[in-house]
């Protein structure tokens, strides 16, 4: 129930100081700065040491591709059903194949599952970035002003330059070689500050001006992300006979609303960065009720 009350109250709070304007409008920048470079590494130092490292580790990885495989047949079918233009296509895409699975999605794991099992998470919020960096930008590219073909050493260059990402990977190899126990508390105290930052920093972020002109598209985006992404994943473990925490924590994963990154690259490429703001504040609000039906369904289920 603390976790619950924590994400309301962060949420709310920053909604609140953007409100009055007791606060920069630019806020959000420093915060996001200290989670990515701090907060998310730590992170992974602090959980992934833990995992036992098995051929059903791939299952929240290879769902985050479902998902996202899922998305752009779903966008392209509904934007050639509705004549939309190519920025549209490429902004939805962005809006419905990549979900929030750390600033929401380890706070709501925490709450539901316990925080023991947000290292699965790690590993669901970690293909999220490595898509996002690659198919995300070249999706971007397609539908932005400029229209130069991304080369690999680019993606490459912004994969490996991301501060979570190195984290993760320091986390995976160091915890191989040295014995990081020591520094045990030190990452509790860092990790900590994930939760409230991240749910502050998004509640100064959400606005929701204008959004019944956008009402169609933002109603087709959350029904795939919301509903149809984690039945994607859900159907997927059902094939594969799978069950348990891994399952359960990567079709909550799937199930998460838009990330909010989503809108950064929008804005650099020139996409429909209002639509997309609409799309993962909604989505957020939405999010809360949908994730509780698909834990009920989870423990039902798995």
């Known amino acids: ?68 495989a899922g998305a752009w047949l779903f966008v392209a079918i509904y934007c050639r059903l509705k004549h939309y233009s190519r920025r549209t296509q490429s902004t939805l895409e962005l809006s419905t194949g990549y979900s929030n699975t750390s600033f929401i999605g380890f706070p709501l794991i925490a709450a539901y599952y316990g925080e023991q099992y947000i290292s699965i998470g ?37 994969l490996i330059s991301f501060p979570p990402f190195i984290g993760c990977m320091l986390a995976i190899l160091l915890s191989l070689l040295v014995d990081l126990s020591f520094a045990v508390p030190l990452f509790d105290k860092l990790a900590a500050t994930v939760a409230p930052l991240a749910l502050f920093s998004i509640g100064l972020q959400l606005k929701f001006n204008g959004w019944k002109k956008e009402l169609p598209q933002i109603s087709m985006t959350m029904l795939y992300k919301l509903l149809l992404a984690p039945a994607l994943v ?69």
């Not at 619950?4 to 996001?32: D, E, S, Y």
């Not at 293909?127 to 397609?142: D, E, H, P």
């Not at 997309?276 to 949908?290: H, M, P, R």
């Not at 509780?292 to 369904?297: G, K, L």
Request: proline share 3%.
């Open 122 to 158: 790690i590993i669901c919020d970690q293909m999220m970035f490595i898509l996002l960096s690659t198919f995300g930008i070249i999706s971007a590219l397609k539908g932005g002003a400029d229209k130069t073909k991304p080369s690999a050493g680019f993606l490459l260059r912004r």
């Open 234 to 302: 859900v159907g997927f473990a059902l094939l594969l006979n799978k069950s348990g925490y891994i399952v359960k924590i990567s079709v909550m994963e799937a199930a998460m609303p838009t990330l909010v990154t989503s809108s950064i690259i929008a804005e650099q490429f020139r996409l429909n960065t209002r639509l997309t703001n609409l799309i993962i504040g909604i989505s957020i609000l939405v999010g809360f009720i949908t994730t509780a039906f698909w834990y009920e369904c989870m423990e039902l289920l798995f």
């Open 1 to 68: 129930m603390v976790n619950f009350v924590l994400i309301v109250v962060c949420i709310l709070a920053g909604m609140l100081f953007r409100t009055t304007q007791v606060i920069h409008p630019q806020a959000h920048k420093g915060i996001n700065t200290w989670i990515l470079y701090i907060g998310l590494p730590a992170l992974s130092f602090k959980y992934l040491p833990q995992v036992s490292w098995n051929m059903d580790i791939l299952i929240p990885a290879i769902s985050s591709v479902i998902v996202l």
